[in-house]
């Protein structure tokens, strides 16, 4: 059984394997190579409790992670980097430090070639106006030796509707302070502690779904049009509840996926979420796939390619 301390020195000879390999490839008077070396240094002198190499794994983790949930496990054994969308404030606090501390981490890698970040910019509609929005960061980070890239495809991806993430309360503020960032506390105001988030919610928002904790809109009653992420709920549900909702969902699915007369199908997967056969991350993950591949135009029928993608990924 691997102990905390093995996974800790496996995690810590990747680092030095890659900075290695990487330095070895790299010529003496690109500036790369004297960032790799002051990192590979670094890893001898103060091993995981350096900030930077802490970035770098979790970067990497999250870029396998990403990989193999999108793509399939041979893409994450193959790829030679990894490219996703994730806000830094969310990386800031799962590191347990501020999001200037995230940006100093992250400067020596950058010059080292080993990641890239860029903060993603999109166009929405809010209140009748055309407005720039910021998404959240882009990070390209390198899983095997080389120097991380973006494609100009990676930057012009549309990876997030924040228009309607906004208007849902989907934002990392709200992972974050669920509760708010302050509070009046008899005369006085109290700031309160953020949040500690977990590495699955990461990975989840790198893939689209953007899990956020104790929403209202996430506890549907029998009133209430839950979205599909209440998918996450069921299981935890007041029974009395579960029929309705569940009804609710089907109806809603089968609208969004051009596929009115499937809502038997679609309660069907619901019913088998409650039972503990189909893991509700795997269903979200592949309705979200659907349902853009149906308004894009690149699947007529929703729910045969929903189906489809459950098959590929049990």
């Not at 509700?280 to 308004?295: I, T």
Request: charged share 30%; proline share 5%; net charge positive.
């Amino acid at each position: 059984m691997m102990t905390v301390q093995d996974g800790e020195n496996r995690a810590l000879a990747w680092v030095r394997r890659l900075l290695q390999q990487t330095l070895a490839e790299t010529p003496e008077d690109d500036p790369r190579h004297q960032a790799l070396q002051d990192l590979l240094a670094l890893a001898e002198e103060k091993g995981l409790e350096a900030g930077p190499l802490r970035l770098l794994l979790l970067l990497a983790a999250l870029g396998r992670r990403y990989l193999r949930e999108r793509f399939g496990p041979k893409a994450a054994r193959k790829a030679g980097q990894a490219v996703f969308h994730l806000p830094v404030d969310l990386v800031a606090s799962f590191l347990g430090v501020h999001r200037t501390t995230v940006w100093r981490w992250a400067a020596p890698l950058e010059e080292a070639g080993l990641i890239r970040s860029k903060t993603h910019v999109a166009t929405a509609v809010r209140g009748g106006e055309a407005q720039n929005l910021n998404t959240g960061t882009v990070w390209a980070v390198r899983l095997k030796p080389g120097r991380a890239r973006f494609e100009h495809g990676d930057l012009t991806h549309p990876w997030r509707d924040m228009a309607k993430d906004l208007e849902e309360g989907r934002t990392a503020f709200r992972v974050i302070y669920p509760k708010g960032k302050r509070r009046k506390k008899g005369d006085q105001t109290e700031r309160l502690r953020p949040e500690r988030v977990s590495l699955e919610l990461l990975v989840k928002w790198t893939l689209g779904i953007r899990e956020v904790p104790a929403l209202d809109f996430l506890r549907p009653a029998p009133t209430e049009n839950p979205t599909i992420e209440a998918a996450f709920l069921l299981a935890e549900m007041e029974a009395q509840d579960r029929p309705t909702v569940i009804d609710l969902l089907s109806e809603r699915m089968a609208h969004e996926l051009g596929d009115p007369h499937s809502r038997r199908f679609y309660a069907g997967l619901l019913w088998k979420v409650v039972e503990g056969k189909l893991s509700p991350h795997a269903l979200v993950h592949a309705y979200h796939r659907a349902r853009a591949a149906v308004r894009e135009g690149y699947a007529r029928r929703g729910g045969a390619f929903l189906q489809h993608l459950l098959e590929a990924a049990a």
